[in-house]
């Protein structure tokens, strides 16, 4: 059978496919060559019938393969998809993070860098370290509230 010898392709998918044909083939020569085989074929339909097989046994490859394809191609849209929304939040984080770095006094820096290098996690602000504008306004009431109104 020629057939069977046809150059297999170097794809993963198409070497498995070409793979399974091979052992398809073999255990179907092995059946209908067995002396005690409950498959008897007479000498002059043995060619036709194995022909017969092998090209269903291409169609069935095919069609696999058509729908392997076709699943592969749907899983890539999908990927696409998310890799373009993580571009998009990358650039949103970078805009982001260029933001911060405007806003953030020397000091801060100084002490994030020194957090980075050494891996520790960041200290709560603290009255050395200024907190945000907002924060010490809203404190401030508070404490005056506190007394007795005359």
Do not use: W
């Not at 998310?82 to 984080?93: A, G, H, M, P």
């Not at 709560?124 to 945000?132: N, S, V």
């Not at 504008?133 to 005056?144: E, F, I, K, R, V």
């Amino acid at each position: 059978m020629t057939s069977v010898n046809a150059p297999c392709y170097s794809a993963a998918m198409d070497l498995s496919v070409c793979r399974l044909r091979h052992y398809s083939l073999s255990f179907l020569s092995s059946l209908l060559d067995a002396e005690n085989s409950p498959v008897q074929l007479d000498k002059s339909s043995s060619g036709a019938s194995v022909v017969a097989i092998d090209n269903k046994i291409e169609q069935a490859m095919d069609l696999v393969k058509s729908h392997l394809m076709y699943a592969v191609r749907e899983e890539v849209e999908v990927l696409k998809e998310q890799i373009k929304e993580l571009i998009d939040r990358n650039s949103q984080l970078e805009q982001e993070n260029t933001l911060l770095k405007t806003l953030a006094s020397p000091e801060q820096m100084a002490q994030f860098q020194a957090q980075v290098q050494t891996g520790s996690p960041p200290a709560p602000p603290t009255a050395a370290t200024p907190g945000p504008p907002g924060g010490a306004a809203l404190a401030q009431p508070a404490s005056h509230s506190s007394g007795p109104s005359a």
